[in-house]
T-cell receptor, first 113, second 113 residues
Framework: DADVTQTPRNRITKTGKRIMLECSQTKGHDRMYWYRQDPGLGLRLIYYSFDVKDINKGEISDGYSVSRQAQAKFSLSLESAIPNQTALYFC????????????FGEGSRLTVL | SQQGEEDPQALSIQEGENATMNCSYKTSINNLQWYRQNSGRGLVHLILIRSNEREKHSGRLRVTLDTSKKSSSLLITASRAADTASYFCATALQNTGFQKLVFGTGTRLLVSP
């Protein structure tokens, strides 16, 4: 089983719908991240969390919210999806006292029509 | 704007040749990391170089860091078709206590047999 699991892997939805992307990890890491990837723009940080009670906005948090339900679970929500949120979303984890290496999930491809 | 920017955006070489890609960044860093992404997949960590290091090797990978020029390079020697992927640099930003990694826009490498 993958260390960092994202669900769903693919989702097509309509404008205005609420969407939740879920991430769970078995690495025991306290730090979790959500990134968005668009062609030509690389990865941009949406939100990050250092522990269950510590959640921080990244570069592009508008239109998104997150919930850290447990150390192992970090979900990303789009309250009212819009077409320009069509992208590939990645969850990543890192050990708080580790080398700084991020471990990524396989991604969730979201299409908003 | 992106903290890190890779150059070139795309690189096409033959098997056996060396591939060099560069990364420039803007602010003080704690470390710089390189990641690889196969098409549509999650990113995988390749190598980390700390701000007090100038060069690091890992197998066929060689990374250099010049903090005075705020730049890094990744050299892949004796490239193989399996090295075809996108490569990203990521920097740990000083103003986040080096806890936030910001990614560049990536270099797409195509290695032809």
């Amino acid at each position: 089983d993958a260390d960092v699991t994202q669900t769903p892997r693919n989702r097509i939805t309509k404008t205005g719908k609420r969407i939740m992307l879920e991430c769970s990890q078995t690495k025991g890491h306290d730090r979790m991240y959500w990134y968005r990837q668009d062609p030509g723009l690389g990865l941009r940080l949406i939100y990050y969390s250092f522990d269950v009670k510590d959640i921080n906005k990244g570069e592009i948090s508008d239109g998104y919210s997150v919930s850290r339900q447990a150390q192992a679970k970090f979900s990303l929500s789009l309250e009212s999806a819009i077409p320009n949120q069509t992208a590939l979303y990645f969850c990543a984890t890192r050990a708080g006292r580790g080398t700084g290496e991020l471990f990524f999930g396989e991604g969730s491809r979201l299409t908003v029509l | 704007s992106q903290q890190g920017e890779e150059d070139p955006q795309a690189l096409s070489i033959q098997e056996g040749e060396n591939a060099t890609m560069n990364c420039s960044y803007k602010t003080s860093i704690n470390n710089l990391q390189w990641y690889r992404q196969n098409s549509g997949r999650g990113l995988v960590h390749l190598i980390l170089i700390r701000s007090n290091e100038r060069e690091k090797h890992s197998g066929r990978l060689r990374v250099t860091l010049d903090t005075s020029k705020k730049s890094s390079s990744l050299l892949i020697t004796a490239s193989r078709a399996a090295d075809t992927a996108s490569y990203f640099c990521a920097t740990a930003l000083q103003n986040t206590g080096f806890q936030k990694l910001v990614f560049g826009t990536g270099t797409r490498l195509l290695v032809s047999p």
